[in-house]
């Protein structure tokens, strides 16, 4: 069944370092991709997306490119700050639309100042 | 706006029990979602609804799990004979439709089963 393996944390990161989260996917069909962010207290928000091979989604400065080839959608960010630190969760949606996410375990982010 | 609001924010229950959990979605939004995440399993599908039907169960984990909406609107999830593994954050989410792509989430419900 369709599946998203992504690096396990916690990771640890000073401000302005920069960050790369690994997200890989298994699916049948052409998934949508997501990558959610949990703050600490609060509910799971949609930080970016892409739709379609070779789309890139961005957001807050954060970027992560669908890669086909590689069944990738990896996240980064050229410069992490203090307010970055949450749970990040890479997602596939289903049958091309959202009708079921299928979550990856999650990535623990704390940036230091 | 208001966004999905969920209730009760926390619920202890004794094993046998049952529950029953609330989400209110976004007004206008077809269609909802019920997810678990727990710290063994991570981020669980459970059922989804488009208007008040409900085409995809598959991800309950049990018959002791079930779920209805009315109106279009507000949703429960019941779970009967609550079990420990049972215990978990119950997230719910809504969306314009199936096909927006963007969930909204709400801050979930945190059970205990003791």
């Known amino acids: 069944g369709d599946s998203v393996t992504q690096m396990e944390g916690p990771v640890t990161l000073s401000e302005e370092a920069f960050l790369t989260i690994n997200c890989t996917y298994t699916?049948?069909?052409?998934?949508?991709l997501f990558w959610y962010v949990q703050y600490p207290g609060e509910g799971l928000q949609l930080l970016l997306k892409?739709?379609?091979?070779?789309d890139k989604g961005s957001n807050k400065g954060f970027e992560a490119t669908y890669r086909k080839e590689t069944t990738s959608f990896h996240l980064e960010k050229g410069s992490v700050q203090v307010s970055d630190s949450a749970v990040y969760f890479c997602a596939l949606g289903t049958q091309g639309g959202s009708e079921k996410l299928v979550f990856g375990k999650g990535t623990k982010l704390t940036v230091n100042p | 706006g208001a966004g999905v609001s969920q209730s009760p924010s926390n619920k202890v229950t004794e094993k046998g029990k049952d529950v029953e959990l609330r989400c209110d979605p976004i007004?206008?939004?077809?269609?909802l979602y019920w997810y678990r995440q727990s710290l063994g399993q991570g981020l669980e599908f459970l059922i989804y609804f488009q208007g008040n039907s409900a085409p995809d169960k598959s991800g309950l984990p049990s018959d002791r799990f079930s779920a209805e909406r009315t109106g279009g609107s507000v949703s429960t999830l019941t779970i009967q004979r609550t079990q420990q593994e049972d215990s978990a954050v119950y997230l719910c989410a809504s969306s314009l439709s199936i096909t927006s792509y963007e969930q909204y989430f709400g801050p979930g419900t945190r059970l205990t089963v003791t």
């Open positions: 699916a049948t069909g052409y998934p949508s």
């Open positions: 007004s206008g939004h077809t269609a």
């Open positions: 892409a739709t379609k091979a070779d």
